[in-house]
T-cell receptor
Framework: NAGVTQTPKFQVLKTGQSMTLQCAQD?????MYWYRQDPGMGLRLIYY???????DKGEVPNGYNVSRLNKREFSLRLESAAPSQTSVYFC???????????????FGAGTRLSVL | AQSVAQPEDQVNVAEGNPLTVKCTYS??????LFWYVQYPNRGLQFLLK??????LVKGSYGFEAEFNKSQTSFHLKKPSALVSDSALYFC?????????????FGAGTRLAVHP
């Protein structure tokens, strides 16, 4: 089982460039998430998708867009990268609903992004 | 505001000694609490969770956590630390809002276990 796969693992951008971070999960989960991780701040939710065809903003959505391409894939796009977006980005997935077992989120290995 | 606090940036423990990583929370209603671990250059891995029932929850790799409602705490513990336990640990609380489940994370505590 691959679980949650993120590409690329590393990326360096110049200010103003655009790029898309890819995420795919093979666990047939309904919900997917994008987080950023910054030192001393834990993980902060950027966007999430409760199910295929729906997306919603999280805590820090400014400067990002997302696409839930299908049930497996959830991409994050930076249209015009800024140095403040230098961070480690994590994709996660979970089953939707109120059941106990469905509350666990599974994470990818992350994308380290530097914006110069 | 609903939040999670991890008061220690780093915890240092000698191998073989017991360890505790602290977490306190502030949420309305009954909390759903989680611990995740992050090893270098890896994503977060689920360790354990408290939903309801017994206040002492057992999880992966010999870890356990104690839920204390009166102190609004959910501290992570292990009776005997291993060098391989050295990692970044995150406490999280689940919120169910708008039909979705979301996690609010603490800032993380780095655990260093010395030989």
């Amino acid at each position: 089982n691959a679980g949650v796969t993120q590409t690329p693992k590393f990326q360096v951008l110049k200010t103003g460039q655009s790029m898309t971070l890819q995420c795919a999960q093979d666990m047939n989960h309904n919900s997917m998430y994008w987080y950023r991780q910054d030192p001393g701040m834990g993980l902060r939710l950027i966007y999430y998708s409760a199910s295929e065809g729906t997306t919603d903003k999280g805590e820090v959505p400014n400067g990002y867009n997302v696409s839930r391409l299908n049930k497996r894939e959830f991409s994050l796009r930076l249209e015009s990268a800024a140095p403040s977006q230098t961070s480690v980005y994590f994709c996660a997935s979970s089953e939707a609903g109120l059941g106990v077992a469905k509350n666990i989120q599974y994470f990818g290995a992350g994308t380290r992004l530097s914006v110069l | 505001a609903q939040s999670v606090a991890q008061p220690e940036d780093q915890v240092n423990v000698a191998e073989g000694n017991p360890l505790t990583v602290k977490c306190t929370y502030s949420v309305s209603g009954n909390p759903y609490l989680f611990w995740y671990v992050q090893y270098p250059n890896r994503g977060l891995q689920f360790l354990l969770k408290y939903i309801t029932g017994d206040n002492l929850v057992k999880g992966s790799y010999g870890f356990e956590a104690e839920f204390n409602k009166s102190q609004t705490s959910f501290h992570l513990k292990k009776p005997s630390a291993l060098v391989s336990d050295s990692a970044l640990y995150f406490c999280a609380v689940r919120l169910f809002s708008g039909g979705y489940n979301k996690l609010i994370f603490g800032a993380g505590t780095r655990l260093a276990v010395h030989p």
